[in-house]
């Protein structure tokens, strides 16, 4: 257990700061036969049988926008106001990629709700897009980009008809410009 401990320790630095840990995922140490795709080769092995997916903030910010977050969530000040901002200079540094998938489970309830009321339904997400999601969450960098550009128009008139015509043209609720006046 002492040496397992100093080993979290360093895969959770190296996480907040993109760094490859452990080695790549070979399909033979699972005892298969072939070739591991190219998903599992961005992975890297963390102990027998687990992998850490490959964090990809740029592809992280389109899936911000193009599920449905940016509806509720805002970067920067683009998006919505339903729910907590999401800007990396709030976010506590480093920061387990799994602790920030436990907060979002202990509000899954009413994010569920909340995304069945105003998307149609819960957003979808595979466990390499939550990871992609996380890292933009945390890239301040990439989070100076974000802008009302990269909100697919689906997506903006969704968040453009939300809470009844009243508001939708006082815009309440939603921030989807990213001006500053």
Same mark, same amino acid.
Not at 142 to 149: C, I
């Given at each position: 257990?002492?040496?397992?401990?100093?080993? %979290?320790?360093?895969? %959770?630095?190296? %996480?907040?700061?993109?760094?490859?840990?452990?080695?790549?995922? !070979? #399909?033979?140490?699972?005892? $298969?036969?072939?070739?591991?795709?190219?998903? /599992?080769?961005?992975?890297?092995?963390?102990?027998?049988?687990?992998?850490?997916?490959?964090?990809?903030?740029?592809?992280? *910010?389109?899936?911000?926008?193009?599920?449905?977050?940016?509806?509720?969530?805002? @970067?920067?000040?683009?998006?919505?106001?339903?729910?907590?901002?999401?800007?990396?200079?709030?976010?506590? /540094?480093?920061?387990?990629?799994? !602790?920030?998938? #436990?907060?979002?489970?202990?509000? #899954?309830?009413?994010?569920?709700?909340? $995304?069945?009321?105003?998307?149609?339904?819960?957003?979808?997400?595979?466990? $390499?897009?939550?990871?992609? @999601?996380?890292?933009?969450?945390?890239?301040?960098?990439?989070?100076?980009?974000?802008?009302?550009?990269? @909100?697919?128009?689906?997506? *903006?008139?969704?968040?453009?008809?939300? +809470? +009844?015509?009243?508001?939708?043209?006082?815009?309440?609720?939603?921030?989807?410009?990213?001006?500053?006046?």
């Amino acid at each position: 257990m002492k040496t397992l401990l100093p080993s %979290i320790a360093v895969l %959770i630095g190296a %996480i907040a700061l993109g760094t490859p840990v452990g080695r790549p995922a !070979e #399909a033979a140490s699972h005892g $298969q036969k072939g070739t591991p795709s190219a998903g /599992m080769m961005a992975q890297h092995m963390v102990s027998p049988g687990l992998m850490m997916p490959s964090m990809d903030a740029e592809r992280g *910010k389109k899936l911000f926008a193009s599920k449905g977050c940016v509806v509720c969530h805002s @970067i920067n000040g683009v998006g919505g106001e339903d729910a907590p901002p999401l800007d990396a200079s709030t976010m506590p /540094m480093p920061m387990s990629p799994f !602790e920030f998938s #436990a907060k979002m489970w202990r509000g #899954a309830e009413a994010m569920v709700a909340l $995304q069945r009321e105003e998307l149609g339904e819960p957003i979808e997400l595979s466990g $390499q897009d939550l990871a992609d @999601i996380v890292a933009f969450v945390h890239h301040a960098e990439v989070q100076k980009e974000f802008s009302d550009a990269d @909100i697919p128009p689906r997506v *903006k008139d969704l968040m453009g008809h939300m +809470g +009844g015509e009243e508001m939708h043209e006082k815009g309440a609720g939603h921030k989807n410009d990213g001006k500053k006046d």
